[in-house]
């Protein structure tokens, strides 16, 4: 099936360092959502993203809807060992449907 | 806490068998929907259920199918089990209508399926 293009796949950085991640497609979308999943949970929603240039922020979190529609990144600031997990990004298309299209995600290791 | 639980948590089943995952959503979340999450992928869109109705699909095969029940409950069913089914199953559910972000879609811990 279809999955957005996420990158990296994974990352290993140092309690304090800053983090960033982004997500493209090949298609538009008009909704971007970042997920974060811990084992054995399913996946919870950080930010959601509605117009194109929209920068929002979650606490440590900053999220971006990227110009053309096609992109989007997320930034963490100051990480912490609780920022372990998998971060996906999904897009929604404009439409009645709630499909979701997700990239593979990015799996964050921090070291304290 | 997202207020959707399903069941089982996990689930073991021979190829060929039928299964039948469940899903209860808070009240007033009319909306459901169901992702199939295979290791190391992020989850994708099976179908999903608005008042009772199936409207909107994935390209999953008509042996996926769902039901969604007045008391805001949900089930996927899956006929003819294949290896391949074995995954994450997450229901996730919402308010209807309104913009994603003032009813954010909201997904339970899901039901491990491995098919033997």
């Known amino acids: 099936g279809q999955q957005l293009n996420q990158s990296p796949q994974s990352m290993f950085i140092q309690e304090g360092e800053d983090v960033s991640m982004n997500c493209t497609s090949s298609s538009i979308f008009n909704t971007w959502l970042w997920y974060k999943q811990e084992p054995g949970e399913g996946p919870v929603l950080l930010i959601a993203l509605y117009k194109a240039g929209e920068l929002t922020s979650n606490g440590r979190l900053t999220a971006q809807f990227g110009i053309t529609r096609k992109d989007s990144f997320l930034n963490i600031s100051a990480s912490i060992p609780s920022d372990v997990g998998i971060y996906f990004c999904a897009g929604r298309r404009q439409g009645g449907s709630e499909k979701l299209v997700f990239g593979k995600g990015t799996k964050l290791t921090v070291n304290p | ?116």
């Not at chain 2, 021979?14 to 899903?23: A, E, I, K, N, Y």
């Not at chain 2, 259920?49 to 994935?58: D, K, L, M, T």
């Not at chain 2, 409950?73 to 913009?99: F, K, M």
């Open chain 2, 1 to 116: 806490e997202t207020g959707v639980t399903q069941s089982p948590t996990h689930l073991i089943k021979t190829r060929g068998q039928q299964v039948t995952l469940r899903c209860s959503s808070q009240s007033g979340h009319n909306t459901v929907s169901w992702y199939q999450q295979a290791l190391g992928q992020g989850p994708q869109f099976i179908f999903q259920y608005y008042r009772e109705e199936e409207n909107g699909r994935g390209n999953f095969p008509p042996r996926f199918s769902g039901l969604q029940f007045p008391n805001y409950s949900s089930e996927l069913n899956v006929n003819a089990l294949e290896l391949d089914d074995s995954a994450l199953y997450l229901c996730a559910s919402r308010r209807n209508p309104g913009p994603l972000g003032s009813s954010p879609l909201h997904f339970g811990n899901g039901t491990r399926l491995t098919v033997t």
